[in-house]
Structure formats: structure tokens, C-alpha cells
């Protein structure tokens, strides 16, 4: 069993339509939370880091941390056809360098 | 705002030869990270430098062996490369250990 489950879509939704994703993780060591975004054959790029349970909101995107239940989720508000990509969360723990990926949700926004 | 810079940015090689991939972490940060993404796959860490010294180690082959300069661009050298090798590579970069920021990626290809 993986560490980080990520469900693999791919998750259709249409334009202006709220994008939900979430991950699960088993080991409680994880302390840092991030999701990237990864057109493809390009490089993941960042788009939320937490380390805190709660939400953080940055633009259409609010991130979620649930420690208690090991459990994280993106919700992209007013979605655009152009947030068609892959999605990954990642985490790491509070020693080592090592970003644990989740296995990524395909998304398609539809004009 | 200037990023990770890989190079290069593609390369195709034959079984049992040798390449280097080379990344020029964000201006003043002190971390690079180096990832393998296989097709289909999410980036599996393989190791990581912090001040020019290995600071974490994850799945990397013995084939492979990378350093930081003292210009804090890092270098990652794969001998007696194998069919499996073919993927694509990403460093990232981080000041200190915070968020990891990845480059474009190097896109391997053994013949």
C-alpha cells in the first residue's frame, strides 16, 4: 500500500465549475503539505504549501489539512479550461528532504 | 521571476554509455532535489544536496552519482545507463528545506 493515495481520474468538470481533489496518507509523520500542477512533459509546479491543519487560501485555490484523519484536499473555484493538467499532492516529513508524491488526478475542464 | 534551469533538455543515449544532466537552482537558493518520473508515474526522489553536501539519499541507483558546486548548481551523472533509465529527471530547488520549486526536466532516453 502506498503511503499517499491519490485518486487517478481523470475528473471531468465543466468551465466555472468547483474542482474538488483529495489525497489520504498513513503515516502521521508527514508534517508538510503541498500540491503542484503538472502539464504534460513539464516540470510539477507549485501551487499551495501548508504544514498546519486548516485552510489556506491563495486566489481560486484553498487547500485543506485534516492531521486528525490524514487527509488533504484542493478545491480550484471557477475553473478554466486552461486547469486542465495533472494534479499532485506531495508531502514530506519533518526530517529528510524526501517529497512523498501521491499519484496524481487527471483533470478536464470543458469549455 | 527566474526559475530552475536544466540542461539539457533532452538526450538520447545508448545501453551501457554515460550521461550528465545539469541544474541551475533559483538565484540564492541553497537546496537542489533530483526526481525520476517514469510514463505514467509521479517523481520518485532520488537524492539531494544542501551547501554542496548530501543531505538526503532516496532510490537512486548505484549507476548514479550527483554533487553540488560551489556555485550551487548540481550535476547528475548516470553510468552503464539501461533501458529503464529512460524517464524524465527534474531537479528541483528550496532555500534551506522549505518549498521545493522544479525545473523543466531532462527527458532521457536510452536507445
Known amino acids: 500500500q502506498k503511503e499517499v493515495e491519490q485518486d487517478p481520474g481523470p475528473l471531468s468538470v465543466p468551465e466555472g465549475a468547483i474542482v474538488s481533489l483529495n489525497c489520504t496518507y498513513s503515516?502521521?509523520?508527514?508534517?508538510?503539505f503541498m500540491w503542484y500542477r503538472q502539464y504534460s512533459r513539464k516540470g510539477p509546479e507549485l501551487l499551495m504549501y501548508?504544514?498546519?491543519?486548516g485552510n489556506k487560501e491563495d486566489g481560486r485555490f484553498t487547500a485543506q489539512v485534516d492531521k486528525s484523519s490524514k487527509y488533504i484536499s484542493l478545491f480550484i473555484r471557477d475553473s478554466q479550461p486552461s486547469d486542465s493538467a495533472t494534479y499532485l499532492c506531495?508531502?514530506?516529513?519533518?526530517?529528510?528532504?524526501?517529497?512523498?508524491f501521491g499519484g496524481g488526478t487527471r483533470v478536464l475542464v470543458k469549455p | 521571476a527566474a526559475g530552475v534551469i536544466q540542461s539539457p533538455r533532452h538526450l538520447i543515449k545508448e545501453k551501457r554509455e554515460t550521461a550528465t544532466l545539469k541544474c541551475y537552482p533559483i538565484?540564492?537558493?541553497?537546496?537542489v532535489y533530483w526526481y525520476q518520473q517514469g510514463p505514467g508515474q509521479d517523481p520518485q526522489f532520488l537524492i539531494s544536496?544542501?551547501?554542496?553536501?548530501?543531505?538526503d539519499k532516496g532510490s537512486i541507483p548505484d549507476r548514479f552519482s550527483a554533487q553540488q558546486f560551489s556555485d550551487y548548481h548540481s550535476e547528475l551523472n548516470m553510468s552503464s545507463l539501461e533501458l529503464g533509465d529512460s524517464a524524465l529527471y527534474f531537479c528541483?530547488?528550496?532555500?534551506?528545506?522549505?518549498?521545493?520549486?522544479f525545473g523543466p526536466g531532462t527527458r532521457l532516453t536510452v536507445l
Open positions: 528541483a530547488s528550496s532555500l534551506v528545506d522549505n518549498e521545493q520549486f
Open positions: 506531495a508531502m514530506k516529513k519533518a526530517a529528510g528532504n524526501k517529497l512523498t
Open positions: 501548508t504544514y498546519s491543519s
Open positions: 503515516n502521521s509523520a508527514f508534517q508538510y
Open positions: 544536496f544542501y551547501e554542496k553536501m548530501q543531505s
Open positions: 538565484p540564492r537558493h541553497d537546496t
